[in-house]
C-alpha cells in the first residue's frame, strides 16, 4: 500500500510538472468565469457566448478587453431580420481539451430564437507554451432540419482594447496604404475596407496585439465606440449562403507582442515593421530594419522588395535569414534602398518561416518629391455570396436593396402614414425604398 501511495504521489507530480496551463471556476464580481493560465497569458471565459471577458499579458501587464460590454470574441449576424443583437445572452456548453504543449477551451451553442433557429456555433479557443498567442476557431453549422440554404452575414464584436493606455493607435491595411488612427476612432466609428487580413492596436510603450485573419471572406474593420476609454475593434464577413447539414468555418489569431514601435503587417504567428526614414533625397541610401515579434520558434527567413511609383515589377533589394529557437522572440534584419530620381519607392518584405511565407510587411519612401501616395496590393480575391433581390430576409437598414425602383418616390400628394404588424420590420424598410411612406 505504502508503494502504491509512492507511485500515486509520483506520477501526480510528474502530471503537474508537465502541465504548462491552470484552471479553475472562479467568481469576479458576482460573474462565473472559467479561468486558464499559461506561462505568457491569463483568461477569464464566459458560457454566455462562449465568449472572453478578460484576457492579461503576463509579459507587457497590460489587459486587452473592455469587459464593462460585451467582451470579446462574440458572434452575431448582422443581415437576418431578428438576430442582429442576440448571440451573446445565449449559454453555451463547455468542453476542455487539454494536451502538454497547447489547451483547447471549446464551447458550443445553438442560438434558438432571434430568427436563427437552425444555427449552431462552436468556437475553440487554443493557448500554447511559451507562446503569446491565441488561436480562435469557429464553426457555424446550418442544421439539416433547416430544409435548405441560408444566407449569413457574420459579424464578430470584440471588446479587444489595451485597457488603461491613454493613447492607442489602431493600424489597418487598406488599398491605399497603411491607416494609423494615432488617437482611436474619435467620433466612436470607423470603418475600413482591408487590403489583406491583419489589424493591430499599439501602445506608446511599444507593445499591443495584432489580429491575424483569413482575408477572402473579410468584408470590413470596425472600430466602434469613444475613444478613450472604449473603443472595440469589430470585423464583418461577406454573406455566406451555407447549405443545410453544412458548415461555414472561419479562424483568428491574436498576437500579444512586445519591443515593437510600429507595425507593418501580421500574419501567422509574427508580426513586425519596416523602420527607415519616411523621406530621403533622391540619390540618398536609406536604411531600412526589417523587426519581426516572432511568437513562434523557426528558421526565419525575411525578403525585402521594392518598387517604384507603384508600377513595374517588384525588385529584390536584400535577402536574410534568422534562426530563432523559442517562442515570443524579437528578431531584425537591416539594409539599405535607394534610387536616383524623385519618386515614391514602395517596400514590401515577404516574411517565411522554415520555407512556408507566413506574412507580408508594407511601407514606403518618399525620395524628393512623390505625386502619389503607396497602396496596398490585393493578394487574394474575395468570397461570399451576394445577396439578390427578392430575398427580403437579407435585407436592413444597413443594406438597403440597391435594385429598389423607387416608384413611388416622390408620392403626389406626400408620403402615406402606415401602421405594420410585421415579424420581419426589414420587409417595411423594402417598402420604404420603393414609395415615400412614414
Known amino acids: 500500500m505504502k508503494l502504491k501511495t509512492f507511485l500515486t504521489f509520483l506520477f501526480a507530480g510528474a502530471a503537474l510538472t508537465l502541465c504548462a496551463f491552470k484552471t479553475s471556476d472562479i467568481t469576479v464580481n458576482g460573474k462565473n468565469y472559467f479561468k486558464v493560465e499559461s506561462d505568457t497569458l491569463i483568461l477569464h471565459f464566459n458560457s454566455e457566448g462562449g465568449r472572453v471577458d478578460r484576457i492579461f499579458s503576463k509579459k507587457s501587464k497590460k489587459e ?9 470574441f462574440h458572434q452575431y449576424i448582422w443581415n437576418p431580420p431578428s438576430g442582429f443583437d442576440f448571440y451573446y445572452r445565449r449559454p453555451f456548453s463547455k468542453t476542455v481539451h487539454p494536451g ?5 477551451v471549446e464551447y458550443r451553442g445553438h442560438h434558438q430564437g432571434g430568427g436563427l433557429d437552425m444555427l449552431i456555433v462552436t468556437k475553440k479557443y487554443t493557448l500554447r507554451k511559451g507562446s503569446s498567442i491565441l ?16 444566407i449569413y452575414g457574420f459579424h464578430f464584436h470584440n471588446g479587444l482594447t489595451l485597457s488603461g493606455s491613454k493613447t492607442i493607435r489602431y493600424i489597418l491595411p487598406a488599398e491605399k496604404g497603411i491607416i494609423d488612427y494615432a488617437g482611436g476612432a474619435e467620433e466612436g466609428n470607423e ?64 498576437i500579444f507582442f512586445k519591443d515593437l514601435p510600429a507595425i507593418s503587417g501580421a500574419g501567422n504567428g509574427v508580426t513586425g515593421a519596416l523602420l527607415h526614414k519616411k523621406d530621403a533625397a533622391p540619390g540618398n541610401s536609406v536604411p531600412v530594419e526589417i523587426k519581426l515579434f516572432a511568437a513562434l520558434p523557426g528558421q ?47 517596400l514590401e518584405a515577404v516574411i517565411r518561416r522554415d520555407g512556408k511565407e507566413v506574412a507580408r510587411l508594407n511601407s514606403a519612401v518618399t525620395f524628393g518629391k512623390a505625386d502619389r ?3 496596398i496590393d490585393v493578394l487574394e480575391p474575395k468570397k461570399g455570396t451576394e445577396i439578390k433581390r427578392g430575398d427580403l430576409t437579407c435585407f436592413t437598414h444597413h443594406t438597403p436593396d440597391p435594385d429598389a425602383v423607387p416608384w413611388g418616390k416622390p408620392l403626389k400628394g406626400g408620403p402615406l402614414k402606415i401602421l405594420a ?18
Open 373 to 375: 501616395e503607396g497602396k
Open 300 to 346: 526565419y527567413d525575411a525578403e525585402l522588395f521594392c518598387r517604384e511609383n507603384g508600377k513595374g515589377k517588384w525588385i529584390p533589394v536584400f535577402r536574410k535569414k534568422i534562426n530563432s529557437r523559442r517562442s515570443d522572440a524579437v528578431l531584425s534584419v537591416s539594409g539599405t534602398v535607394s534610387r536616383k530620381n524623385a519618386g515614391l519607392t514602395e
Open 191 to 254: 470603418t475600413v475596407t482591408p487590403s489583406r487580413g491583419w489589424m493591430a492596436a499599439l501602445s506608446k510603450e511599444n507593445d499591443g496585439f495584432a489580429l491575424s485573419l483569413p482575408f477572402p471572406e473579410l468584408k470590413h474593420f470596425m472600430l466602434w465606440g469613444k475613444h478613450p476609454p472604449r473603443t472595440t475593434v469589430e470585423w464583418r464577413l461577406n454573406p455566406q449562403a451555407i447549405a443545410n447539414g453544412s458548415h461555414f468555418k472561419y479562424r483568428a489569431q491574436l
Open 64 to 72: 486587452f478587453v473592455d469587459a464593462s460590454f460585451r467582451g470579446a
Open 135 to 150: 488561436d480562435v476557431e469557429f464553426d457555424f453549422e446550418h442544421m439539416f432540419e433547416a430544409m435548405g440554404k441560408s
Open 100 to 104: 502538454k504543449d497547447t489547451i483547447t
Open 421 to 438: 404588424l410585421t415579424p420581419n420590420i426589414n420587409q417595411v424598410g423594402d417598402l420604404a425604398d420603393r414609395f415615400g411612406c412614414n
